[in-house]
């Protein structure tokens, strides 16, 4: 299924956002709840992670949880790559622990390597308390998983690119941003859903992310 | 780090400005921690969000204390001490390394940690999905050692 192209020069709905509606990052990244949260998934469902899923897990787990608490578990900033809605801050740590695995061996802190090849995955070497986090995580994580790993067992890869391209509110919200070459909005994200599930009410959350 | 405050820009809102924020608990071993940030009392924005958490039915002690700091901040550089709305409802989870990215600007006394630290519990009591247990086990070891040496 191919991508949707985005005509860069197209009108951009964006542009004619003032700066103080795009808010493109809600907390600076929190490395080592990524670490927590990617070890805690992993464990739980006995799955070692690819890279693709831990960075989509990311994006997800705090979308989800910004949609239920006006606030990321990890935070940072999701740029628009052509796979779909990546963090930078989490593609760059795990880079490094390509990076470091292939130069030097050498484990990720609280991590194992699994090198199949064509690919590598990651097992957690220890698993967080769950006490350590809270049930709307807990919640946002489960939603994510759905949403990235379930998907991917389910319907393979290309669905997976739908969803984050097309098909999903992500998807919306991620070719808002494409289009504009800018990282994504939270407004949009927000906007997309409510698209979507407008019974919802997500005026105050919206208010929550002005402050 | 625990009760210094700190002038941090978390969000790209409002262009980026920052805004107080006081640590409230520590994890050692996740090398995180919870700040709570402060806005100037006549603030739109955050009367704006104030009104609309109240018409969700949340009282405002859940919500926000309402702090002097002239009275609460020891300040260790110059800055405007105003009265200020603490918004407990707006606590993030963050690492330490990156609230130490920030300016530091005074220690919150214990009086004020321990309103905060209350209101977070009183938030947790009402809104149990917001923290973790490990948190609320933290903030409660916090307001007991405070209450039992409020010098402290």
């Known amino acids: 299924m191919p991508i949707d192209q985005v005509d860069s020069s197209q009108n951009c709905a964006a542009q004619s956002f003032t700066m103080s509606d795009r808010i493109s990052q ?25 890279v693709y899923e831990m960075m989509k897990l990311h994006v997800m787990i705090d979308v989800y949880h910004t949609l239920d608490r006006g606030t990321p578990v990890i935070g940072g900033t999701i740029w628009p790559f052509t796979n779909g809605p990546v963090s ?106 409510h698209a979507e599930h407008s019974d919802e009410d997500h005026s105050r959350i919206k208010a929550l992310l002005r402050i | 780090m625990q009760g210094s405050v700190y002038q941090l820009a978390l969000s790209d809102v409002d262009d980026g400005n920052p805004h107080p924020h006081v640590v409230v608990i520590t994890f050692s071993g996740n090398r995180d921690c919870i700040v709570v940030p402060a806005y100037s009392v006549d603030g739109f924005k955050i009367n704006e969000y104030i009104g609309l958490a109240r018409q969700d039915g949340l009282e405002d002690d859940q919500i926000f204390v309402q702090l002097d700091n002239a009275q609460y901040i020891d300040f260790t550089c110059h800055f405007p001490a105003k009265e200020a709305f603490w918004c407990t409802a707006r606590y993030r989870r963050l690492s330490q390394h990156a609230v130490q990215q920030g300016k530091r600007i005074g220690q919150m006394k214990p009086a004020g940690m321990h309103e905060i630290a209350k209101r977070l519990i009183a938030l947790a009591e009402t809104d149990p999905r917001g923290l973790s247990r490990n948190a609320v086990k933290a903030l409660r070891n916090l307001v007991k050692v405070l209450e039992l040496d409020p010098a402290s």
């Open chain 1, 26 to 50: 809600l907390q600076p990244f929190n490395e080592h709840r990524f670490d927590d949260c990617i070890a805690y998934l992993a464990a739980k469902h006995d799955r070692p992670l690819t």
């Open chain 1, 88 to 193: 930078r801050s989490s593609k760059s740590r795990v880079s490094q622990w390509q990076k470091q695995y292939e130069m030097k061996a050498q484990m990720p802190d609280g991590f194992l390597v699994i090198d199949e090849g064509d690919r590598l995955r990651v097992k957690p070497a220890r698993v967080p308390d769950d006490e350590d986090f809270s049930e709307s995580e807990l919640a946002a994580m489960h939603r994510a998983w759905g949403d990235v790993v379930e998907l991917l067992d389910k319907n393979g890869f290309l669905a997976s690119q739908a969803f984050f391209h097309c098909d999903g509110f992500i998807g919306r919200a991620w070719k808002k941003a494409r289009s504009c070459g800018q990282n994504l909005n939270w407004n949009d994200i927000i906007d997309e859903y």
